[in-house]
């Protein structure tokens, strides 16, 4: 089987992070940022590349941009999930009163 040019793995890659990022599975895309490093830190090492390349790599950087948006997205949606669920710890209020209620101090 043929290598695939520098230019088809970063198409690749972008295929792989679209796919991850639509799925909205943040694994996948853990998976896919470090096979782009990878690739990236190979390139760097690599001779002048080709224009196809470049496009590709440009491609893919917006793409990235675009990941790593989603991704602070998904990180201040979690914490505000686990913030309402400190706030609103209703179970946690309950026991409060309860044991407040039995100590006598509630009245």
């Not at 089987?1 to 793995?9: E, F, V």
């Not at 998976?31 to 470049?54: G, M, Y």
């Not at 979690?78 to 913030?83: A, E, F, K, P, Y």
């Not at 009163?97 to 101090?105: A, P």
Request: aromatic share 4%; proline share 3%.
């Amino acid at each position: 089987m043929p290598l695939a040019s520098d230019a088809q793995r970063l198409q690749q890659l972008h295929a792989q992070l679209d796919q991850a990022l639509q799925r909205g599975d943040w694994q996948a895309i853990a998976t896919v940022d470090a096979a782009i490093a990878q690739c990236l830190r190979a390139l760097a090492e690599s001779e002048q590349p080709d224009p196809a390349t470049l496009a590709a790599r440009a491609a893919l950087k917006q793409l990235h941009d675009q990941a790593r948006v989603a991704c602070a997205e998904e990180c201040e949606r979690l914490r505000q999930l686990l913030v309402n669920h400190l706030e609103y710890a209703e179970g946690l209020a309950a026991y409060q009163r309860v044991e407040l209620f039995h100590t006598g101090e509630a009245r």
